[in-house]
């Protein structure tokens, strides 16, 4: 998965005036692989789904790792928009977890140019001076598993993939803590399980 982030001063909402904005995008591109169904007639292929919920678990994922009021330039003004375009260079399984890290890794090598708001005018006037790191929250650890015939499969190919009965994504914390689930479809999980 490659990904870039690319920064626009934008004038903030008006219930939100310090509150930037982070906007994921999500591109596989039609070789990732083989046997995928997003071509299927009216769309709305197996693949299309997953792919929605991925960018929706993507999404939220940037939500908690950047702070809102960290892409303000000045409040009531401008802030940053963020918008983070990952591309799907090859799927071969684990997609969740390669979209994640792709993500963390591209929101923390992102630097915020220093902006001053000119006093007549409001316009925005980039400094000379060195970019800030973005500040983020700890990054969260995705790891995908599989149940094929009532086992755990742990961290499964493609193939693998279209052979369970259900894939999730579990998503911890630097503590190793639970900090969330993906499971876009699929038979139910067991309680024990």
């Known amino acids: ?97 390669a979209a994640v890290l792709a993500l963390a890794r591209a929101l923390g090598d992102t630097r915020l140019p220093r902006v001053t708001v000119e006093a007549e005018g409001g316009a925005l006037v980039v400094a000379e001076e060195a970019a800030l790191p973005l500040p983020l929250g700890p990054a969260p650890l ?3 598993f599989g149940v094929l015939d009532g086992q755990l499969l742990l961290d499964p190919t493609r193939e693998e993939e279209s052979l369970v009965s259900t894939g999730f994504t579990v998503l911890v914390d630097a503590d190793a803590a639970f900090a969330g689930l993906h499971k876009p479809g699929g038979a139910p999980l067991d309680d024990d399980l």
Do not use: F, M
């Not at 930037?20 to 071509?39: F, H, I, Q, Y």
């Not at 939500?63 to 799927?91: F, N, Q, R, S």
């Open 1 to 97: 998965v490659l990904a870039g982030v690319q920064l626009e001063a934008t004038p903030p909402s008006e219930g939100e005036p310090s509150s930037g904005r982070v906007v994921v995008g999500l591109e596989v591109a039609a070789v990732a692989s083989a046997g995928d169904d997003t071509s299927t007639a009216g769309g709305g292929g197996r693949s299309e789904r997953e792919h929605a919920a991925l960018l929706e678990l993507l999404q939220g994922t940037a939500a908690t790792l950047v702070p809102p009021d960290a892409l303000c330039i000045a409040e009531g003004k401008a802030v940053w928009t963020a918008y983070v375009d990952l591309y799907v260079l090859e799927h071969d399984g684990n997609l969740a977890d």
């Open 142 to 144: 995705a790891v995908s």
